[in-house]
């Protein structure tokens, strides 16, 4: 369906135009009319199904230009995501010239204070800092029209809710709700109950909660096998963008730093960084100008990059749900995408239980060897090379050039850039991961189904079929020239 059939002023259609949309999503499709009709709504969708559009279109087509007070307020569970939902609604309602303002936690509050100043119509922002701008009443809600819950389920997880709920009452009890979130769990549902007024549903079918565009595979290692695994699977498979996920802060700093040290152009967020040092890493990423971001499932919630190629779930994730939204992060906008999710032989419970919820099996991968690893190198280089030759700049290395092949055998100073553009094997550059603590094992569930242990019996989850994957030619290192030759979290970070 066309944007102009979904009844948008002339002022949106325009920036929705110069954003580059054509067609509204089957989210934007549904909800949009909705919005517009004043429905309360609630919207199962992850990341990078074009909900942002879904809701801030019909806010922005609701504002009230004459009217200086805040008229819709977001609420967002990260900085990255609320700030990325605040640059899209100023691109879109630039047109009509509506005032977005975001707030969130670890930036100036002084500085956010003199924004408030400036009388922004839609405010998007963190739980923590909204409740601190309202207990400073540097920000009133009593003229809100519009209260959008942006990622519900994630909120909940990082232990929002009072917060949530404080902000709440400060709106007008005659506000239009809408509640956002990519899984459904009953807390979301009371959720909908005690602050929505008949909402209405738009849902998408479990079927689609992961994309066939995304071939989802795992492998069964120990702890102390993943990291020479990982790095022996990026240089066969290639990746262009990865993000790699692991399950805490520390987890995060030791592999980007093992990364780094064995030669991959990598960089790991999580919430004790400044948000300046965050929102660099994320624009290099975002640029290319980064091949591996390493992240925590908090950090990396909500980021909207297009053309990642590969998500590696260094550390299995302890809810399905979380999976769900880390692997969302690839296959999108038609684009083909990869999931790695490793599993040590204590974990199998938790794969099953992935499995069940996104009714897609997951395929068993071989660890490559490190012959595999060094061959996928050569290849990735040799494509580089192929790459550097049609550069047609090069007229004025041809005397040099040939004074080398004079002095050299041609297949020697072949060699000699190929070993330039490959790396030493994984062994001659240790790496030391400290080893997480196991996550617990499933019991069996009420109905006495199997959920892990059961009667004290174990059971080999260990599948005969091996496969090789033989990935994408796109190259995820640096030549060292910056240039590319090729638990659950209950933190508030906030």
């Known amino acids: 369906m066309k944007f102009g059939e979904l009844g948008l002023s002339k002022s949106l259609l325009r920036a929705i ?35 942002t559009a879904a809701f801030g279109l019909p806010l922005l087509e609701h504002v009230d230009l004459d009217n200086p007070a805040i008229q819709a307020i977001i609420i967002s569970p990260t900085r990255e995501l609320a700030i990325q939902t605040q640059e899209e609604l100023f691109r879109l309602g630039r047109e009509k010239h509506v005032k977005v303002q975001v707030v969130y936690g670890g930036a100036d509050i002084r500085r956010q204070i003199k924004a408030l100043k400036q009388n922004p119509q839609i405010l998007v922002g963190t739980p923590g800092r909204l409740r601190d701008h309202l207990n400073r009443e540097t920000v009133k809600l009593d003229q809100v029209k519009t209260l959008v819950l942006d990622e519900a389920d994630e909120m909940l997880n990082m232990g929002f809710l009072d917060d949530i709920e404080a902000i709440i009452k400060q709106t007008p009890a005659d506000r239009q709700t809408l509640l956002f979130s990519a899984t459904m769990p009953p807390e979301i549902k009371k959720i909908g109950v005690q602050f929505m007024h008949e909402p209405q549903t738009v849902k998408i079918a479990a079927k689609e909660l992961t994309t066939d565009l995304v071939d989802q595979y795992y492998i069964r290692a120990k702890d102390y096998e993943k990291f020479d695994i990982m790095t022996r699977l990026i240089d066969v498979q290639d990746p262009d963008l990865t993000i790699v996920f692991g399950r805490t802060k520390r987890r995060v700093d030791e592999l980007s730093r093992g990364l780094i040290a064995r030669g991959y152009n990598a960089a790991g967020i999580h919430g004790d960084l400044t948000q300046e040092r965050r929102t660099k890493i994320m624009k290099r990423f975002k640029n290319g100008a980064l091949d591996i971001l390493v992240a925590t499932d908090v950090a990396a919630r909500g980021l909207d990059i297009s053309g990642v190629t590969h998500v590696y779930n260094y550390d299995i994730p302890s809810d399905p749900d979380s999976y769900v939204h880390r692997i969302g992060r690839t296959g999108r906008a038609g684009h083909h ?40 190198q050569v290849a990735s280089a040799v494509n580089d090379i192929n790459d550097l030759i049609q550069d047609k700049t090069t007229e004025r290395y041809h005397e040099s050039a040939a004074k080398l092949l004079d002095s050299y055998d041609a297949i020697d100073l072949v060699a000699a850039l190929l070993n330039d553009l490959t790396k030493d094997t994984a062994e001659q550059v240790p790496v030391k991961i400290t080893p997480e603590r196991p996550l617990p094992r499933r019991k069996s569930d009420r109905r006495g189904g199997y959920r892990g242990h059961r009667k004290g019996r174990r059971r080999d989850f260990h599948r005969e079929h091996q496969r090789h994957f033989n990935g994408s030619r796109n190259r995820g290192r640096h030549d060292g020239k910056g240039k590319k030759p090729g638990f659950r979290m209950h933190r508030k970070e906030d």
């Open 337 to 376: 995408g990869v999931s790695l999710t490793f599993v040590t032989p204590n974990e199998m419970d938790y794969l099953h239980e992935i499995e069940k919820l996104t009714r897609v099996r997951m395929l068993p991968l071989k660890p490559p060897t490190a012959e595999e690893a060094f061959r996928g």
């Open 17 to 51: 135009q110069k954003s580059g949309y054509e067609e509204a999503t089957p989210i934007q499709e549904q909800t949009i009319p909705l919005v517009l009709e004043g429905k309360d709504v609630i919207g199962q969708a992850q990341t990078g199904t074009g909900k």
